[in-house]
T-cell receptor
Framework: AQTVTQSQPEMSVQEAETVTLSCTYD???????LFWYKQPPSRQMILVIR??????QNATENRFSVNFQKAAKSFSLKISDSQLGDAAMYFC??????????????????FGKGTLLTVNP | NAGVTQTPKFQVLKTGQSMTLQCAQDMNHEYMSWYRQDPGMGLRLIHYSVGAGITDQGEVPNGYNVSRSTTEDFPLRLLSAAPSQTSVYFCASSSLGSPEGQPQHFGDGTRLSIL
């Protein structure tokens, strides 16, 4: 079974600075997807960024980028120019890429326990 | 598009009561799932479905039932509520088609308290 570990329960950053949230995972699969979700106080789960394991290039979405190290099974999220609206709980998640042919369980997301990010003005 | 709609947003139950959490999506997604979120635990999968008439158990299925009679709806039933089921519940959906690896879309959650 896959596991996802977020070793930082809480992080803080000054507005306009850069912060990196850590995520490691354990899997025996070679093909999979990784996600970062943001959960603000409103409780919504918002997709921040997505990475396909077969792609060597790190995904970026505006101020958000990842450092994907497949051999190390590491998937960190970097937030540049932090804004007050970035304050939220951030979850790292894993999904198999084996597809429906191997069973619907492959579509489940395995989440880490989350990192609470505080942005200080 | 409304996306994934969950009702109610909040609910308080007494131990032993039953209730149904509703989930509907208007994106024609084949895959639907229910997660529970507890402090310090992340989100854990309760049940999932890959299409109408097909459901299966996730990590923490005990005390919950699901059914999938239509593509759009995936209700979660608590048979006899217990305080351990106090949690925030999320419904999520995604397409099973291409492109692969599409992210799951989440509802806004239901905060459930069992007294």
């Amino acid at each position: 079974a896959q596991t996802v570990t977020q070793s930082q329960p809480e992080m803080s950053v000054q507005e306009a600075e850069t912060v990196t949230l850590s995520c490691t995972y354990d899997t025996s699969e070679s093909d999979y997807y990784l996600f970062w979700y943001k959960q603000p106080p409103s409780r919504q789960m918002i997709l921040v960024i997505r990475q396909e394991a077969y792609k060597q290039q790190n995904a970026t979405e505006n101020r958000f980028s990842v450092n994907f190290q497949k051999a190390a099974k590491s998937f960190s999220l970097k937030i540049s120019d932090s804004q007050l609206g970035d304050a939220a709980m951030y979850f790292c998640a894993y999904r198999s890429a084996r597809g429906l042919g191997s069973g619907g369980s492959n579509y489940k997301l395995t989440f880490g326990k989350g990192t609470l990010l505080t942005v200080n003005p | 598009n409304a996306g994934v709609t969950q009702t109610p947003k909040f609910q308080v139950l007494k131990t032993g009561q039953s209730m149904t959490l509703q989930c509907a999506q208007d994106m024609n997604h084949e895959y639907m799932s229910w997660y529970r979120q507890d402090p310090g635990m992340g989100l854990r999968l309760i049940h999932y479905s890959v299409g109408a008439g097909i459901t299966d158990q996730g990590e923490v299925p005990n005390g919950y039932n699901v059914s999938r009679s239509t593509t759009e709806d995936f209700p979660l039933r608590l048979l006899s509520a217990a305080p351990s089921q106090t949690s925030v519940y999320f419904c999520a959906s995604s397409s099973l088609g291409s492109p692969e690896g599409q992210p799951q879309h989440f509802g806004d959650g239901t905060r459930l308290s069992i007294l």
